[in-house]
């Protein structure tokens, strides 16, 4: 067993204590316990719960699980392109790369629809009722304990934390992992490429501040970024064997000279934006016909989106019991 996995479980197996504290205040800004930053190396975790298998493959992201089962990561690779990403692009070894919704989109095989959210967004506190102990609801803060979470969500939230996170974080939970636990249970789409893309913006001027030997503490999306230099490897006719041999990769490259524009500061956090976007007329999925959760000139929120109220929201919810194979636990 990882050491990844064994903090978790040993968090998780406290979930189904009857009784619970008043938890403890987390401090605003903390780190949130220990980052283990490991990714998954293969789908065995994935296959052994059966609502993170159906909730994947509904929201075509299946095949990125398993893109990432496969590749081997290279972290001195994955640390130079952060360390040299401007402005969404990369030159490698005489390779030039981007980085954007659109190319994860086309690489991981993930439908660029949806709502763009990013992890400084915040939830209205109904959202959270489906997945919250009820008991725990009075004690939501920013930042909230992993136990607080429904225990037939839990595996599901582990599996979501490994392969669309990455932070390594398991010990608590903030507003976006609701919201992605509200994607993959079709309550509210979320555009999972745009996510992935601005979690990578965000550790690059982190990277880009660092000394090499503390930069990798900063990195996360190993598979994803190789995942992305591969895919675009492939579009320009170069063989992965051709362009990892290259010395760039073996002679230590002087730190990239980081240009900002006049008078601009040397990193941008990212800028609040409104907790609710309007979705276009009508979109569907690149693979099939199944239309997005909300309805034409509809704000996203389950208030205004057809069938759903304060009231019902909990029951549009994939519950664990909805799926063949999966007994729920009490909450």
Known sequence: MSETESAYEQGYDSDSTPEIDVP?????????GRHVREEPTSLAHLQACPLAMNCFRYQSCFEYCEQISQIQHHRELVRLF????????????????????????????????GEEWNKRQKL??????????????RHLTVVFP????????????????????????FSCLYSYHVRLLMHFTR????????????????IVPLVQRKSSAHQHKRIYHYALIK????????????????????DFFTVPQPPPEIVHDEGGP???FDIPEPNHVSAPSYVTYRKGHRALFASARRVLSPPRVEGV?????????LSPHQVEGVSPSSA
């Open 24 to 32: 403890r205040r987390y401090h605003k800004g903390g780190k949130g």
């Open 82 to 113: 952060v360390l040299h990403l401007q402005d969404g692009h990369v030159t490698l070894a005489g390779v030039n790369f981007t980085l954007s919704l659109e190319i994860i989109a086309q690489a991981t095989g993930i439908p660029n629809v």
């Open 124 to 137: 209205d506190i109904f959202h959270y009722e489906p997945y919250i102990k009820p008991r725990c609801m």
């Open 146 to 169: 992993f136990r607080f979470l429904r225990d037939e969500y839990a595996p599901l939230m582990k599996l979501i934390i490994r392969y669309f996170t990455c932070e390594g974080r």
């Open 187 to 202: 309550v509210r789409m979320m555009n999972i490429p745009f996510f992935m893309c601005r979690n990578i913006e965000r």
């Open 227 to 246: 995942i992305i230099v591969m895919h675009q490897l492939a579009q320009q006719g170069i063989s992965w064997e051709d362009f990892i041999s290259r």
């Open 266 to 268: 040397s990193h941008q």
């Open 309 to 317: 109220s304060l009231t019902s929201s909990a029951h549009r919810v």
